[in-house]
């Protein structure tokens, strides 16, 4: 039966019992577990069955499915992709560019180091809660983040808070009904409503960020107020922990994601208050330009080059230069080296993105000019036109 089975949960065993031996020897992902409901499933019953993590997915919805499709994709590409690296990234004119990658899931750090990337500028730390069907526990959370960073052997990693809602859902948290998710209670808006959630992920990385460089950031905040109200409840956090004597980071670096119109207009302030920021470009174009990302309706609305998005992303850049603070890109825009001359243009000198994607992206950044590339993005800012704008990065129009 081993000769077709594309993995093998076991309920019940242990790691030297019959079966599990034989999984090794074949290759084949196995999973055990102590849950008795497994043997009364159905057969027509769909299981994913997650190796590298222990996880089984149940039924799992299809965002779950095409998550891992993609992944065995990248890690079946991954070693032709990781040879057209080069150790570094660096212009024609020296200046040194950071290229990160963004994480989802554990069995993604092999290809962060195969890459040779420069480390995570983004972990979804999202994922675990929506494959599953309750929240996750401090522990677990912990046993998760601490394997992160056992993984990236000292590598920068930032931890993104949780970031659901819009189209992201808990299957399991049903207290909330809206018209528009993208416009209602998510990412951080969520974590403050339910400070029980919270605490619980942020005891988690504080203790797991033990010894190591410890970088948390908030999703979609819309003011300094967001940011300090966060940033209170991480030192809560933090003091409950020296109260109770758990070993723990007693100083992260806490960042603030820059993805609404309204955390752009407080972009001085915010770089003020924060020890970093990211350009989360998906987002910020979304808010900016009012077009929903989902809605294949307006897909062709839902353009990275208006000038009104590229203006506001200079704002940011220069806001945190001016402060002394880092300021990272991530999202798609981070990726597409059309972009790569403009972005560097502007004084970003941090990217964050798909592991698969950093290739193309490095070729791209090693071609420019950094300061024939800050003329460059000046001459684009002055434009007004989309058609102008794409003419002058040479994107089809």
């Given at each position: 039966?081993?000769?077709?089975?594309?993995?093998?949960?076991?309920?019940?065993?242990?790691?030297?019992?019959?079966?599990?031996?034989?999984?090794?020897?074949?290759?084949?992902?196995?999973?055990?577990?102590?849950?008795?409901?497994?043997?009364?499933?159905?057969?027509?019953?769909?299981?994913?069955?997650?190796?590298?993590?222990?996880?089984?997915?149940?039924?799992?919805?299809?965002?779950?499915?095409?998550?891992?499709?993609?992944?065995?994709?990248?890690?079946?590409?991954?070693?032709a992709l990781a040879r057209?690296?080069?150790?570094?990234?660096?212009?024609?004119?020296?200046?040194?560019?950071?290229?990160?990658?963004?994480?989802?899931?554990?069995?993604?750090?092999?290809?962060?180091?195969?890459?040779?990337?420069?480390?995570?500028?983004?972990?979804?730390?999202?994922?675990?809660?929506?494959?599953?069907?309750?929240?996750?526990?401090?522990?677990?959370?912990?046993?998760?983040?601490?394997?992160?960073?056992?993984?990236?052997?000292?590598?920068?990693?930032?931890?993104?808070?949780?970031?659901?809602?819009?189209?992201?859902?808990?299957?399991?948290?049903?207290?909330?009904?809206?018209?528009?998710?993208?416009?209602?209670?998510?990412?951080?808006?969520?974590?403050?409503?339910?400070?029980?959630?919270?605490?619980?992920?942020?005891?988690?990385?504080?203790?797991?960020?033990?010894?190591?460089?410890?970088?948390?950031?908030f999703p979609l905040v819309?003011?300094?107020?967001?940011?300090?109200?966060?940033?209170?409840?991480?030192?809560?956090?933090?003091?409950?922990?020296?109260?109770?004597?758990?070993?723990?980071?007693?100083?992260?670096?806490?960042?603030?994601?820059?993805?609404?119109?309204?955390?752009?207009?407080?972009?001085?302030?915010?770089?003020?208050?924060?020890?970093?920021?990211?350009?989360?470009?998906?987002?910020?174009?979304?808010?900016?330009?009012?077009?929903?990302?989902?809605?294949?309706?307006?897909?062709?609305?839902?353009?990275?080059?208006?000038?009104?998005?590229?203006?506001?992303?200079?704002?940011?850049?220069?806001?945190?230069?001016?402060?002394?603070?880092?300021?990272?890109?991530?999202?798609?825009?981070?990726?597409?080296?059309?972009?790569?001359?403009?972005?560097?243009?502007?004084?970003?000198?941090?990217?964050?993105?798909?592991?698969?994607?950093?290739?193309?992206?490095?070729?791209?950044?090693?071609?420019?000019?950094?300061?024939?590339?800050?003329?460059?993005?000046?001459?684009?800012?002055?434009?007004?036109?989309?058609?102008?704008?794409?003419?002058?990065?040479?994107?089809?129009?």
């Open positions: 039966a081993a000769q077709q089975a594309e993995a093998i949960l076991l309920v019940g065993g242990g790691l030297t019992s019959h079966v599990a031996i034989i999984a090794r020897s074949m290759q084949i992902p196995m999973v055990m577990s102590s849950e008795k409901r497994l043997l009364t499933l159905n057969a027509e019953t769909m299981l994913l069955v997650d190796g590298d993590q222990g996880h089984v997915h149940v039924d799992p919805r299809p965002e779950v499915v095409e998550n891992f499709k993609a992944l065995e994709k990248a890690q079946r590409d991954a070693p057209r690296m080069m150790p570094e990234t660096v212009t024609r004119d020296g200046a040194r560019i950071m290229l990160m990658a963004n994480v989802n899931l554990l069995s993604e750090l092999a290809m962060v180091r195969q890459f040779g990337a420069d480390g995570v500028g983004l972990y979804r730390s999202e994922f675990p809660f929506i494959a599953r069907n309750d929240f996750p526990s401090e522990e677990e959370q912990y046993r998760l983040y601490r394997r992160i960073f056992d993984e990236t052997d000292g590598m920068p990693v930032v931890f993104r808070t949780l970031d659901v809602g819009g189209d992201k859902m808990l299957s399991y948290f049903q207290n909330v009904s809206e018209a528009n998710p993208f416009l209602g209670l998510r990412a951080i808006r969520f974590s403050l409503r339910n400070k029980d959630v919270f605490c619980c992920q942020l005891r988690a990385m504080l203790r797991a960020g033990l010894g190591a460089r410890l970088r948390i950031m819309s003011s300094v107020d967001d940011f300090e109200q966060a940033r209170s409840v991480v030192f809560e956090c933090a003091g409950q922990l020296r109260a109770e004597g758990v070993p723990h980071n007693a100083s992260p670096e806490l960042g603030a994601m820059i993805e609404l119109p309204s955390a752009v207009a407080v972009a001085a302030e915010l770089a003020r208050a924060a020890d970093f920021l990211s350009i989360g470009s998906n987002d910020l174009i979304q808010y900016i330009l009012a077009v929903d990302r989902t809605n294949q309706h307006i897909s062709d609305l839902f353009i990275p080059h208006h000038p009104a998005v590229l203006r506001s992303m200079a704002r940011v850049v220069h806001a945190a230069r001016d402060c002394g603070k880092p300021v990272s890109l991530c999202g798609e825009m981070a990726a597409n080296p059309a972009f790569a001359r403009f972005l560097i243009g502007i004084g970003l000198r941090s990217f964050s993105m798909e592991v698969r994607s950093l290739p193309a992206i490095q070729k791209s950044m090693t071609e420019v000019n950094a300061a024939e590339a800050e003329q460059f993005a000046g001459d684009v800012l002055r434009l007004a036109r989309i058609r102008d704008v794409a003419e002058r990065l040479g994107l089809p129009r």
